[in-house]
Structures are given as C-alpha cells and as structure tokens.
C-alpha cells in the first residue's frame, strides 16, 4: 500500500513594496503623536534614517504632526527637557533631531485630521504612517482617512502604502504593521506570501471599541502618569517596533508582522503574517 505524500505547508511572508527598498528619492514618513512613544521612536528614525543612508538608500524624510505643548508631568517619561516646557512637542522633537542629525525634517503643530492635510495637500503624501495615539477614536479616523487617500491618490509618487500603530496600557502594548491596500508579491516556491496586512482597525475592531481607551484625563505630575504607564513601557514598544521596520527596510521579507508585549513578565508573543 502506497503512502501518500505529504505536502510541506509553506511558511506565511510579506515581501516588502519595491518603493520601500529601491527609491529614487527619500521614503516620506507621516509620524502621528510625539509623546511618550512617538517622541522615542522619533530618535530611532533618525538613526534608521543615518544607517539607510550609509547603505545607499535615499532615506526617509519625516513630518511630525502633534497640537499638544511640553508639561512638566512629560518629563523623564517622554524625550523633553525643562527648557522645552510650553513648546510644541512635535516642534520641540524636530529642532532637535534637525540640529544633531542634520536632517531637514518637519514638524507640524497640528492633529492629524482630513481638516488638517486640506490645508496642505503635500501632507497627504507619505509612503509610511507611523500612529503613537492613545484613543480609539483616532485610529478609527486614520484607518479612515488613509483608505480614502489611496483610493484618491494611488497613482501618485508617495501614495500610502504601510501603517504601523502602537499602542499600550499601563505594562502592556502591541505593534501592528499593515498595508494600505494589497501590496504585489512575486512568486515563490518557498513562502506563502501575502501582498495584503489587515488593518489594526479592522484585525482588532472589537478588542479596540472594548478597550479603556475613552480615559485620557491629563496627569498633573510624573508621578502621577507613572501609575498609569510605566517607565519603559514606551522606549520598548519604540526599539522593538524600530527593529520590525528596520528588518522590513533590510532584509524586504517579514514573517511576523507586530507582537504584543508584556513587560511585566518581559514576554514578548510575535504575530504571524497570515
């Protein structure tokens, strides 16, 4: 009796937009909120930016956009200095990076809103958009806002292609990667690839309306933010994220395309492109 074969399941992939790995001009980044998670991941593109560079890649050029103002109870959880308090936080972030890094990046004191990219019409056009938001309401408004923008502008040089959005609570987080739209894959014998990364909106629709994110009462000192988010929760959510759009950037394959992470127990559970 003859046994059948059994045939190997191929391991799911994403490979990396071509505009991603081999542009003719800088990769634009749209980077939503630079608080405590934004304002380190600013840091880390910057580096990336430096290391791509060096590589023989154009780089990224960067806007930030965030309304709020440096308080007192921002300092030491997020990247800002006492001489800073009363400035815009994206203001702040970008004289800084610009003065040591030598980039020519931009901020913009705003919220990101369709209001807001009317007025200027460059600031629809970003490859990558990178959400350190704490409220529902906002991610639901940027899964809005990017859909309509590449059905609007997909024939256009820096259409949006990848949304990566972070998010935590007191000692827990999670990173997500997805795709604007379907991403074109080559063939492969090796992998099952997958051109299309569910939005976080759309993955986790009901964790998110289910969540505590309506509570956003101000804290009125780091002591007080620091019973409501830990110390490093931010500064790792920000290096492990940088490492997934680093290994995106390098190696233009990705397996897993976010994880959650627990710093209580310092445990750290990938999730797979399926």
Not at 34 to 61: C, K, Y
Not at 258 to 265: A, C, K, V, W
Request: a positive charge; one cysteine or more; aromatic letters at 8%.
């Amino acid at each position: 009796m003859k046994t059948k074969k059994l045939k190997a399941v191929k391991p799911a992939a994403h490979i990396a937009a071509k505009t991603l790995l081999t542009p003719y001009n800088p990769i634009i980044v749209n980077l939503i909120g630079a608080g405590g998670t934004g304002s380190q991941f600013l840091t880390a593109l910057a580096r990336m930016n430096h290391a791509l560079i060096a590589l023989n890649h154009p780089g990224l050029m960067v806007r930030v956009f965030d309304d709020d103002t440096v308080e007192p109870a921002n300092l030491g959880r997020q990247l800002f200095t006492s001489a800073e308090i009363g400035q815009n936080k994206a203001v702040a972030l970008i004289n800084r990076i610009n003065l040591f890094f030598g980039t020519n990046w931009k901020a913009v004191p705003e919220k990101y809103t369709e209001e807001t990219l009317k007025t200027q019409p460059d600031y629809w056009l970003a490859e990558l958009t990178i959400s350190c938001v704490d409220t529902v309401a906002a991610r639901f408004e940027i899964a809005e806002i990017l859909t309509k923008l590449y059905k609007s502008r997909m024939h256009a040089h820096h259409h949006p292609l990848y949304w990566m959005d972070f998010g935590n609570s007191k000692e827990t987080g999670q990173v997500i990667l997805s795709t604007v739209s379907e991403v074109s894959q080559p063939e492969s014998k090796k992998f099952a690839l997958k051109g299309r990364l569910p939005m976080v909106t759309e993955e986790f629709k009901e964790l998110l309306e289910n969540s505590e994110a309506n509570d956003n009462t101000p804290s009125c000192s780091l002591a007080e933010a620091l019973t409501k988010q830990d110390l490093f929760i931010n500064s790792t959510l920000a290096n492990l994220g940088a490492s997934l759009l680093w290994q995106l950037f390098r190696e233009g394959i990705l397996l897993n395309r976010g994880f959650f992470l627990n710093l209580r127990d310092f445990r750290t559970i990938p999730l797979k492109v399926a």
